[in-house]
C-alpha cells in the first residue's frame, strides 16, 4: 500500500476484517470497493455483509470464529448477522427428514453389517451434526432402530411372499 493511500475501517463487526482504501484527499477511491485486511482481495460492496462473512467462514476460518465470538459476546448492533450465524445452525429437523433418517440409518446398518450400537457412536453422532447443521441434533436409539428392523422385515417378507406365489419354479443354491 503506497503512503499516500489511507483506509476506512467497515462499520460493524467487521471492522477489523474490510477496509475502504482513500485518495489523500481523504475521497473514497473506489467507493463502492472494499478490501480483505488479510489477504488485500477486492470485493465489490453495497451495502450488505453476508457475502463479506461466507469468504471469511471460507477463507479465513479463524477471523471469522473471532467475528462469532465477539458477536456473541457484545449485544449486537447488527442483529442480522448474529441471525444469520444461528440460522446455519440448530434449525429444527422436520419431521418428515426425521423419520427419513432413521429409515436410511436403520437400511445402511442392516446392509453394512455394522452393529446397531453404531448409534452410540459419538463421531458419528458429531458428523450428523454437521451434516444436518444442528448441533442438538440425536442418533435414533438402539431400540427404533430394532423396531424398524422388525417393519421392515414383515414388508419384505410380504413382498418376497408376493413374488414367489406367481412363478412356476425357482432354482436355490448355497455356498457354505
Ligand atoms: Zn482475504
Same mark, same amino acid.
Given at each position: 500500500?503506497? !503512503? #499516500?493511500?489511507?483506509v476506512?475501517h *467497515? !462499520? &460493524?463487526?467487521?471492522?477489523?476484517?474490510f477496509i475502504f482504501?482513500?485518495?489523500?484527499?481523504?475521497?473514497?477511491? !473506489? &467507493?463502492? %470497493?472494499?478490501y480483505? =485486511?488479510?489477504?488485500?482481495? %477486492?470485493? /465489490? +460492496? @453495497?451495502? $450488505?455483509?453476508?457475502?463479506?462473512?461466507? +469468504?471469511?467462514?471460507?477463507?479465513?476460518?479463524? %477471523? +471469522?470464529?473471532?467475528? =462469532?465470538?465477539?458477536?456473541?459476546?457484545?449485544?449486537?448492533?447488527?442483529?442480522?448477522?448474529?441471525?444469520?450465524?444461528?440460522?446455519?445452525?440448530? @434449525?429444527?429437523?422436520?419431521?418428515?427428514?426425521?423419520?427419513?433418517?432413521?429409515?436410511?440409518?436403520?437400511?445402511?446398518?442392516? $446392509?453394512? &453389517?455394522?452393529?446397531?450400537?453404531?448409534?452410540?457412536? /459419538? &463421531? *458419528?453422532?458429531?458428523?450428523? @451434526?454437521?451434516?444436518?447443521? #444442528?448441533?442438538?441434533?440425536? *442418533?435414533? $436409539? @438402539?431400540?427404533?432402530?430394532?423396531?424398524?428392523?422388525?417393519?421392515? +422385515?414383515?414388508? %419384505? *417378507?410380504?413382498?418376497?411372499?408376493?413374488?414367489?406365489?406367481?412363478?412356476?419354479?425357482?432354482?436355490? $443354491?448355497?455356498?457354505?
Open positions: 500500500m503506497s !503512503n #499516500n493511500i489511507t476506512k *467497515l !462499520n &460493524g463487526k467487521l471492522h477489523d476484517h482504501k482513500m485518495s489523500a484527499g481523504g475521497k473514497l477511491d !473506489n &467507493g463502492d %470497493k472494499v480483505c =485486511i488479510h489477504c488485500n482481495k %477486492k470485493f /465489490a +460492496y @453495497r451495502g $450488505s455483509n453476508t457475502l463479506l462473512i461466507y +469468504y471469511l467462514q471460507h477463507k479465513h476460518i479463524l %477471523k +471469522y470464529q473471532h467475528v =462469532i465470538k465477539n458477536n456473541r459476546e457484545s449485544t449486537s448492533e447488527v442483529p442480522e448477522i448474529s441471525n444469520y450465524f444461528l440460522s446455519q445452525s440448530n @434449525r429444527p429437523l422436520n419431521d418428515k427428514v426425521s423419520a427419513d433418517l432413521i429409515v436410511s440409518i436403520a437400511h445402511w446398518i442392516a $446392509s453394512s &453389517g455394522c452393529l446397531t450400537a453404531i448409534v452410540k457412536d /459419538a &463421531g *458419528l453422532q458429531t458428523v450428523m @451434526r454437521t451434516a444436518i447443521q #444442528n448441533q442438538t441434533y440425536n *442418533l435414533p $436409539s @438402539r431400540r427404533t432402530i430394532d423396531n424398524m428392523f422388525d417393519k421392515t +422385515y414383515e414388508e %419384505k *417378507l410380504v413382498d418376497h411372499k408376493k413374488a414367489i406365489e406367481s412363478v412356476h419354479s425357482i432354482a436355490l $443354491s448355497t455356498d457354505f
